[in-house]
């Protein structure tokens, strides 16, 4: 992580960033609107909120970009009315354009998470994914997220990276990135032009954008500093994260047309049986700090 200085700066490379990035999201990250998107998310879900999934009222998406998580959320039933926010008018964009392909209807406003355009008490769940660690100001952040839930509403934000995790995955991506040679000629595959499919964004934005890779003590700490109640974070991911990085970074090597259909099929199984692993065997036991993402819920009493 190379991270710019200032307040000013971090949103206006955040901002870059994202608007150039929007167009190759999707398919940069297999972002999905089908039953595999929609089991992911849920699956987030009852990680953090047991049985109590919704269906939620009115739900806003902090940094929502092209609409993953609420999207998702709306179409299987457990989001009745979706407001969508993101720094990035660009991934708005994006996010609009696949709300109305999808037929959910959605209000949408480009701001930043620390001053949201909303009066207080709103909305009965504020959520987030894979957004806490660009915002420079948690502390302020999170007290916007209180101010504008009603009272008993949740909070609920998965996908952020520890620091542990994020230290574990620079071994697999290193590892990939000197065996990529190799594995482009077994998979007589040319090497991309523009490796990382980072669309028209500048690839040294992308290392400038994450301000945070946490503790879970960082994220309890600003959640009750807040106000909220019932605090709890989990971690999610540790053997699936090592696979799924070691394939990504193989991938962002080559040319995307290139790469056979069948390592796409093996890379993508094995990153859903490595999840499961991970689900049923690991994540109940080992410490969350040392898994790749942590997710946190809370309320507002
Ligand atoms: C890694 S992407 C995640 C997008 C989406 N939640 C997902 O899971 O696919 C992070 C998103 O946070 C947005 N973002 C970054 N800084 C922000 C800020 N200060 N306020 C609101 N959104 C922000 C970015 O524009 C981007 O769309």
């Given amino acids: 992580m190379t991270a710019p200085g200032t307040t ?16 190759t999201y999707d398919a940069k990250w297999g972002i999905d609107f089908g039953e595999i998107g929609a089991e992911q998310v849920l699956t987030k ?47 708005l964009a994006v996010l609009e354009a696949n709300a109305r392909r999808l037929g959910v209807p959605v209000t949408t406003a480009a701001c930043d998470a620390t001053s ?32 504008v839930l009603k009272p008993g509403g949740r909070l609920v934000f998965a996908g952020e990276p520890s620091r542990v995790g994020d230290r574990l995955a620079t071994y697999p991506k290193t590892w990939a990135w000197r065996a990529s040679p190799l594995w482009r000629r077994l998979m007589r595959a040319s090497e991309a032009e523009h490796p990382g499919q980072h669309g028209d964004a500048d690839p040294i934005l992308e290392t ?17 500093a807040a106000g909220f109640e019932d605090v709890g974070v989990r971690g999610e991911e540790l053997l699936a994260s090592w696979f799924g990085w070691a394939n990504r970074s193989l991938e962002a090597t080559a040319n995307p047309e290139e790469v056979p259909w069948a390592w796409k099929q093996y890379a993508y199984r094995g990153y859903l049986a490595f999840q499961a692993v991970d ?14 993402n942590l997710m946190i819920s809370a309320r507002k009493g």
């Fill in 208 to 224: 400038m954008v994450d301000v945070h890779a946490f503790v879970p003590d960082d994220l309890t700490t600003h959640a009750r």
């Fill in 8 to 23: 000013e700066e971090i949103l206006d490379v955040n901002t870059r960033y994202h608007d150039d990035a929007a167009a």
């Fill in 116 to 147: 949201l355009p909303f009066p207080a008490e709103s909305f009965d769940l504020v959520l987030g994914h894979a957004v806490l660690h660009h915002l420079p100001h948690l502390d302020q952040a999170f007290a916007e997220f209180h101010r």
């Fill in 45 to 91: 879900l009852r990680k953090v909120l047991g049985r109590e999934v919704g269906p939620f009222g009115d739900v806003l998406e902090i940094g929502a970009g092209t609409g993953y998580f609420s999207l998702n959320m709306a179409l299987t039933g457990h989001a009745e009315r979706v407001t969508a926010v993101d720094i990035s008018p660009g991934m």
């Fill in 279 to 292: 689900r049923f065997l690991l994540e109940g036991r080992l410490p969350p700090a040392i898994f790749y």
